[in-house]
């Protein structure tokens, strides 16, 4: 029995900034009946209030800790790596916020790890300066593997591809925390306080949303009002218990199972 839900956010409740139909009602049954869920995103730009309040302007009855970010999963990493240690970061203030909180100290001289996370306004000379104390041997993270991200004006290279850029100078890979790193599903189970039998990933992306539930032991819904389209599916080898148009149509498959 499905009680329990990691909602994707780009793709699955909004397009654009904007929601998609079907989605405000679904997430409103969800708090209506106290049913767990956690908004489930490897957008590591904002913090868990920006996306709540961004999400509460477009009609969304969340809260801050209904939202479980990449940003935060990779604080959490670096938190029980070594606690109390010390990061260059290359993204926004999601990211920055979310290390400063877990106890991380955010230098260019001398890190121990250099973070990499998502932006809209990557600059070189700070992507040089990561490449330089990777190759110095600071530790590489990044918050995800998404080579590209949604804008309005359709998708821009996000963290996966400059996280290529700078292993391809480096020769050092960096260790992704965010989906499908079972690392992040873990850690929103724990915050929800369910087990992965009993929540269901709802994502718009074969190779992180339904690849990450599947890992983790989740069942999965594939909605088609994101990035994968139904012709996509079959270049996977595996596949989601679930496929529906839109979040709206999951309501009643849950039900009836």
């Not at 049954?29 to 868990?48: D, H, Y």
């Not at 994101?226 to 080898?237: M, Q, S, W």
Request: aromatic fraction near 8%; hydrophobic fraction near 40%.
């Amino acid at each position: 029995m499905i009680i329990a839900h990691l909602l994707d956010m780009d793709g699955v409740l909004v397009r654009g900034g904007q929601p998609i139909a079907g989605s405000v009602d679904y997430v409103a049954g969800l708090v209506a009946k106290g049913e767990p869920f956690q908004i489930f995103t490897n957008n590591s730009r904002f913090t868990p209030d920006d996306h709540a309040e961004r999400l509460r302007a477009v009609g969304f009855a969340v809260q801050p800790e209904h939202i479980y970010t990449s940003a935060l999963a990779t604080a959490r990493f670096v938190e029980l790596q070594k606690h109390g240690s010390s990061a260059y970061v290359i993204g926004d203030h999601g990211l920055v916020e979310a290390l400063r909180q877990a106890g991380c100290r955010i230098t260019e001289f001398a890190p121990e790890f250099v973070v990499l996370g998502d932006t809209t306004s990557y600059h070189y000379e700070q992507i040089a300066t990561g490449a330089e104390l990777v190759a110095k041997g600071a530790r590489f993270l990044a918050t995800n593997p998404d080579a590209t991200g949604p804008t309005e004006r359709g998708s821009h290279p996000a963290c996966g591809a400059v996280a290529a850029l700078i292993e391809k100078a480096t020769g050092r890979q960096p260790y992704f925390v965010g989906k499908p790193n079972p690392f992040m599903m873990r850690n929103a189970l724990d915050r929800l306080g369910v087990r992965a039998v009993d929540t269901i990933m709802v994502g718009d992306r074969m190779d992180t949303d339904v690849l990450a539930g599947l890992e983790s032991g989740l069942k999965t819904a594939l909605v088609l009002t994101g990035v994968t389209k139904l012709a996509d599916i079959e270049r996977f080898p595996f596949r989601p218990d679930h496929v529906v148009e839109c979040l709206a149509d999951l309501g009643q498959i849950i039900v009836n199972q």
